[in-house]
């Protein structure tokens, strides 16, 4: 079979001035929050309910998946930096080691930590706005967050950041701007693709399946997205974390394992009645 590997070295910036830069990793996140907004109006238009309440869902949507993806980062994968470096964790700068800081945006975010960022911010959210149940909302809000979390694997692409490892042979990519001449396995653009599957999943039981309701949606998210994160581990280059406490799996793996069984937890449970 004919393999090619790919040369890749973009630049991470989609313009600069000065010090500052609009990185694309950035751009993903707007274009992720941006689409995901439509999809909800699209679904609220849908259902009959008052788009009023889209534009706070949003706000906590960011917020929670912001600062819940930070600290996934700072507590589950670089404790042992950021524990010397606390002016770090909530501001978009990081210590030069000729003294001073300098402007990187915030490089380091968990999808582990987003989610349960999530999670705490809509039943904040819910309690505020309580137009629907907390489970109702959740079943339609996965739908735009699968395809948001495709985005930002792109993005991560474009930085040459959440690596593969090497490949062994003639496939794969090249990530230039690593120094590096070795193909690696594209992991970000693998699980790219399986949360793009998700999404197209959920699209089509909320479309053609208007019984799943109750949590199931959820569930399917939660089963499926940490599924693939858990799959795409074993060619992933390790992140660090709790690794050497809990060796044989990585730590992205050990993080998806509940999150895999509280989906499944939704998928099969049997609700008495379906929420509206």
Do not use: C
């Amino acid at each position: 079979m004919f393999f090619s590997k790919i040369q890749w070295a973009p630049t991470e910036t989609l313009f600069k001035i000065g010090s500052f830069g609009i990185h694309y990793y950035s751009v993903m996140f707007i274009i992720a929050f941006t689409y995901g907004l439509y999809l909800m109006k699209k679904m609220y238009d849908k259902e009959k309910v008052s788009k009023e309440f889209i534009e706070p869902l949003l706000f906590y949507v960011v917020i929670a998946t912001l600062l819940g993806a930070r600290l996934g980062e700072v507590f589950f994968y670089n404790w042992d930096y950021f524990q010397n470096h606390l002016v770090e964790i909530l501001l978009p700068i990081k210590e030069q080691v000729e003294g001073g800081y300098k402007f990187t945006g915030f490089r380091g975010l968990a999808s582990h930590g987003a989610a349960i960022g999530i999670l705490v911010g809509l039943y904040l959210y819910q309690k505020k706005y309580n137009y629907k149940p907390l489970i109702w909302i959740l079943d339609r809000l996965v739908i735009p967050v699968s395809i948001g979390a495709a985005f930002v694997r792109i993005g991560n692409f474009i930085n040459s950041e959440i690596v593969g490892e090497y490949t062994g042979n003639n496939f794969g990519v090249v990530f230039q701007n690593r120094n590096e001449i070795a193909p690696r396995h594209p992991a970000q653009l693998y699980e790219a693709l399986g949360y793009i599957a998700l999404f197209l999943l959920l699209r089509y039981l909320y479309n053609n399946k208007p019984n799943r309701s109750n949590g199931y949606l959820f569930g399917m998210f939660f089963t499926v997205l940490f599924s693939v994160r858990f799959l795409v581990e074993f060619v992933k280059e390790s992140q660090g974390g709790f690794e050497d406490i809990m060796p044989i799996l990585s730590t992205g793996q050990w993080l998806s394992i509940p999150m895999i069984l509280f989906g499944l937890f939704f998928v099969f449970r049997k609700p008495k009645t379906t929420l509206t």
